[in-house]
Structures are given as C-alpha cells and as structure tokens.
C-alpha cells in the first residue's frame, strides 16, 4: 500500500463524532511474565493517553522500578519516548483546542441570526453544519448553551411533510436535509434518550432517513443501473447528482445506523465508482465503466459523471475529466463506508493519488477553490480510514494531523473565525460555513482521548 496503516477494522462501526474507550493495555508475547519494567511501560503508556505530561512525568520519577528483563532495562529511551509522544500529543490537543474555543466563541457571538440560523443562505444547510461542529467538542452545550438550543429549533422549524429538512421551495434539499440529519445524530446522542430507550430526535430522523433514500436516483426516478446518474444524489429530487451531494448521503445514512451493505448505500457506490479516474480491472463488474474511467487513470476522482460528466478541475486533451482533491477524499470515504477494504483497487488507487498530490497548501487540481471544503474532507476520509501519517511521494511521511493544526493555525482570523481570502467560490467567504468546516477537520486531529 501506498500509505501506511490505513484502516482500523473497527472504524467504519464507529460514529466519527467521538470515542470514550479506555486505551488498551500494551500487547506482550505470551511467554512474557510481567515484569516491574513491564508493568511501568503499561502504566506510562495508560497515562500517556489520559493523563498530563506533569503526571506521567511524576510517576517516571516516584515509581521503583526492579529490573527482571535485561532486554528492556538496556533501553531506557523506550522510557523517554514514551513520555515525548505523550507531551507531543497533549500539547497538539492544547493547541486544537485553543483554535476551537476561538472558533466556537466566533459562533455564539458574531455568527448567529436572530432566528437561530447562521447563514441566510441555503436553508438550514450552514446550521447544520455549524450546530454538528459545535457538538463535536461541546457535546454539554446541547443542553446547556442556549444559542445551540436556538440553532436546533430553527431546524425543527424547516420539518416538512414528505420528512425533508428544509427551506420551502429550496433547490438544495439533500444538502439541507443531509446537513441537518448530522446536527440532530450529534444533538440526539449529547442529550441521552428520554427515558422510554428513545433518543430525543427519533422519529424526525427516522422521517429524513425515507425522505432521502425516497430522493436517491434509482428506479423509482425511472434510472436503471446502467445510467450514469444511479446511485447518485444531487442538490435536489430533479438536480443532477453529483459527489459532493452523493458523499453527503451516505454520510448521513452511515450516522443514521445503516451499514454498508444497506441498499441505498450500496447503489451510491456505484455512482461514486463512476467519478473515479479508474477504469474497472479486468473481469471486475465494478468500477468506472463510463467512457471517462481510462482516460486519465490517476485513481483521483472527479465531480460527476452524470449527464455527459463533468469536473470543477477541467478537462485534458483527450476529454478526460481531470481527478481534484476534495472530491478524491469525499470519494474515498464514501467507499470506506460502502465496506470497501484498503486491498480494493478502487481504494489502492484512491491512496495513490492521495499519495501523489498531498497538499495542506492547496485544493489539488483547484487551487485556493473549495480550499476549506478541502481541509473538512480531507481529515474527515484520512481519520475514518484510520490513517496516522501519509506516505506521500519522494519518501516524505507526513503527520497530517500536525500539518493541519499548524495550517489553521496560521488562517485562524482575529475574530476567531476563518475565511477563503483567496476565492469565495462555493460560499467559502462565507465566515459561519468556513468556520464550521474548520471546526468539524479539527475534530478529527485530535487524540482519542481528548474526543
């Protein structure tokens, strides 16, 4: 593989807004007896994950160690490199959570309308999103923090009939409802159920979960598996489907507790198959098997391939649809969530392109476009596939998690929020939308037991 340790087997079942397990203990040969050394590294290794540098540090000098095992007391920098992991990882979480404590606070004071929205624009779309990301590091300010309150009760307002959460007669319901399903998942399960083993938010979710499998194209759009546009979702039930919108879904579907063999999860795969610079390998049913699938072959993907195709990067000579970074990492978790394993060509071409175009300091194959829609995808699909480094090309490893805390860092505006100075294409001037996405990639930089 391309890029190193890639999937946790147990990631695609867990919720990526957060996790409470106990680290586990470190793994020993069987013939091991436990020795005092032994038990000490078990010990730094627990407190390494829970503790402050100034705690692991202390029990380092207080505790008596009797050397039973030669093989480790000849390595007392095992020690040492115990406890600089545990520091470097404490002080990256002081860091993200100096950006979010900015960014949320950004948000409760200049980012909310009167109404409860934080954007005018695109119905409870931004909301969602800035509701899920407030969430995602102060899940207690669901019952707590009255501008969450506000926020969650103007997307109840957007309820509508056929199970939508929505603007009246928006262009942008799957978007919306997408968006929206991500907020009330957070908010459902910061708040507990009710008492009766139901969680608050039940049965609107359940409503949303029909009203966007109803919205997929399949058959009952008049589409069959051979059309470009099947499996797919666009902005609304008459807009062309497209990746963006599709990865929306199966992310909402995925938090709504469907699993990747779920029907409708299984046909968006196809759809996502076909935005892939890939064409099938041979004998493979699956794939890109649209004219555009060998005409580039980078393994990157493109925005859709519906209706003719079409990507926001351009096209080559030949008419290939040119692979861009954000919509390779949407695709890339979106195949992650339809089950598909790292020896997956689709996968293993995924990670190649990934490997090849890794970047903090661009949108690969858009610039300075969609550059914070980039980063949220970006540490979204390398967190769920449950990737540490990347193996970039030229033998470069890179800590994206570092990387990424050390870029918003230095975008982080005055006021706490940010924003694309460079193209405000795709709402990115939008200060409420951009924070949100800047929140929401943070949230998967941090350790395991800051989550």
């Not at 942008?172 to 908010?187: G, H, I, P």
């Not at 004219?291 to 003719?308: L, M, N, S, V, W």
């Not at 990492?329 to 598909?340: D, E, Q, V, W």
Request: aromatic share 8%; glycine share 10%; proline share 5%.
């Amino acid at each position: 593989m391309p890029v190193g340790n890639v999937f946790n087997e147990n990631d695609s079942q867990t919720p990526w807004y957060g996790s409470t397990s106990v680290p586990p203990p470190l793994a020993f040969p069987r013939n091991f007896t436990m020795s005092a050394v032994e038990k000490m590294h078990e010990m730094i290794h627990r407190l390494s994950m829970t503790a402050t540098p100034f705690v692991v540090a202390a029990v380092l000098c207080a505790a008596p160690i009797t050397n039973n095992n030669s093989a480790l007391a000849e390595t007392p920098e095992r020690n040492v490199a115990a406890t600089n992991d545990a520091e470097q990882t404490v002080n990256l979480d002081r860091r993200i959570n100096v950006l979010v404590d900015r960014g949320i606070e950004f948000l409760r004071t200049r980012g909310q309308n009167e109404n409860g929205a934080f954007s005018g624009e695109t119905g409870a779309a931004v909301t969602g999103l800035c509701v899920r990301a407030i969430l995602e590091h102060r899940p207690a300010a669901v019952n707590n923090d009255p501008v969450v309150k506000k926020s969650l009760e103007f997307l109840e307002s957007k309820i509508q009939p056929d199970g939508g959460i929505y603007e009246t007669g928006s262009r942008y319901r799957n978007y919306e409802t997408t968006s929206a399903v991500l907020a009330l998942v957070a908010a459902s399960e910061a708040s507990g159920d009710a008492g009766d083993g139901h969680r608050k938010y039940d049965s609107i979710l359940r409503r949303a979960e029909m009203f966007l499998k109803e919205i997929q194209w399949d058959e009952g759009e008049g589409v069959t598996p051979s059309d470009t546009a099947y499996g797919g979702a666009g902005y609304g039930s008459h807009s062309r489907p497209d990746l963006s919108n599709t990865s929306f879904l199966v992310e909402a579907l995925h938090e709504l507790g469907n699993d990747a063999e779920d029907e409708a999860i299984q046909k968006a795969l196809k759809f996502v198959a076909r935005t892939q610079n890939l064409s099938p390998p041979e004998g493979a049913a699956a794939g890109n098997d649209t004219a555009h699938g060998e005409k580039i072959g980078d393994g990157g993907f493109y925005y859709t391939p519906a209706a003719g195709g079409e990507s926001k990067a351009g096209e080559e000579v030949n008419g290939g649809l040119r692979s861009y970074g954000s919509m390779t990492y949407a695709g890339l978790k979106s195949m992650i969530y339809a089950g598909l394993t790292p020896e997956d060509p689709r996968v293993e071409a995924a990670l190649g392109f990934i490997r090849k175009n890794y970047s903090l300091e661009k949108n690969p194959g858009m610039g300075p476009q969609g550059l914070f829609y980039y980063y949220h995808t970006f540490a979204k699909a390398l967190d769920v596939a449950g990737l540490e480094v990347v193996d970039a090309e030229g033998g470069k490893v890179h800590d994206w998690k570092v990387e990424l805390v050390e870029t918003l860092e230095s975008l982080q505006q005055q006021d706490g929020s940010w924003v694309n100075r460079d193209s405000d294409r795709w709402m990115e001037g939008d200060r409420q939308l951009v924070t949100a996405y800047c929140l929401l990639a943070l949230s998967h930089a941090k350790s395991d037991a800051s989550r």
